[in-house]
């Protein structure tokens, strides 16, 4: 009976995050542009430019040597 009661109020906490979270328009006119602003955010992000940077200067430094 717990589990019924459980999944119930599992499902009508969705359907409340459905109704009640707005998604953009533009998200769903184009998508392609959606898609390549979350590609933008996580590459262009300072943790992602400093793992970027460290690895040129490793290539770098390794072409160098050889």
Known sequence: ????IDFAY????????KKWTPKP??????????TLLII??????PVSLFI????????VILGALL
Do not use: Q, T
């Not at 009976?1 to 019924?4: F, K, P, T």
């Not at 933008?40 to 992000?45: H, S």
């Open 1 to 4: 009976m717990s589990n019924n």
């Open 52 to 59: 970027i940077g460290c690895f040129s200067v490793l290539c």
């Open 25 to 34: 328009e533009w998200e769903d006119e184009h998508p392609i542009l959606a």
């Open 40 to 45: 933008a955010v996580l590459l262009f992000n």
């Open 10 to 17: 599992e499902r009508m906490k969705r359907e409340i995050n």
